[in-house]
């Protein structure tokens, strides 16, 4: 099944909440639904959200990729929804991301600034600023742990509890202790 690449953007339609956990609530919604569906079907990729307007990158078996912006497509939570880039791939870039997020962050200001860009406006991006988007999401590692509290997979298991070396030698020298108060004890008596 051939690989395919697809970037679009889009004009949110909700008006923006305050961040929650760092990420806009009807956002997170969004990235909750997409890990799950992104997961089941090999998809990965990453989103971004700033000034209330959406750019997502997809990448994936060329049927994944098309039925889930289908249904992308069709959300009311977004409209004007223009598509930036759509073409075959011959490997993934995104590996181990379903769908990453990333927050508003200096990187994007900074690339703003070098286009001399005066808001983030992804439907007039031009190849090369579609590019160097997806490549600062690519490389983006801002806020991971904050916004990407349920990605990558991490084990659960607890710590295994551990003693402090000062509170093992404590332990030794009682043990010590208690064996030779034995043992006088025991040649008193
Ligand atoms: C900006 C935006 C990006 C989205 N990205 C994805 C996505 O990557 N994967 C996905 O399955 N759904 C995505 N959705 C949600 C879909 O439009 C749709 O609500 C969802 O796939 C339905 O899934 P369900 O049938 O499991 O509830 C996105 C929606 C919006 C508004």
């Known amino acids: 099944m051939p690989l395919i690449r697809l970037a679009y953007a889009s004009e949110a339609t909700f008006e923006a909440k305050p961040l929650e956990k760092g990420v ?10 997409s890990r799950r569906n992104n997961g089941k ?15 997502q990158y997809l990448e994936g078996e060329e049927e994944a990729v098309r039925d889930t912006y289908q249904r992308i497509l069709q959300d009311p939570r977004h409209r004007n929804v223009r598509t930036l880039i759509e073409e075959p791939v011959a490997e993934r870039s995104f590996t181990n991301w379903s769908m990453k997020y990333v927050p508003a962050s200096a990187d994007v200001q900074a690339f703003l600034q070098k286009h001399h860009l005066p808001e983030f406006n992804p439907s007039a991006f031009d ?20 916004v990407n509290y349920d990605e990558p997979v991490r084990s659960t298991s607890p710590a295994p509890q551990t003693l402090s070396p000062g509170l093992k030698a404590g332990l030794v020298v009682a043990a010590v202790g208690l064996v030779v108060a034995l043992a006088v004890s025991a040649t008193m008596l």
């Open 41 to 55: 079907v090999g998809l990965v990729g990453g989103l971004y959200y700033g000034d209330n307007r959406f750019f």
């Open 24 to 33: 806009e609530p009807h956002v997170a919604r969004i990235l909750l639904v």
């Open 127 to 146: 190849s090369t600023q579609c590019e160097e988007m997806i490549d600062l999401i690519r490389r983006s590692s801002q806020d991971q742990k904050l």
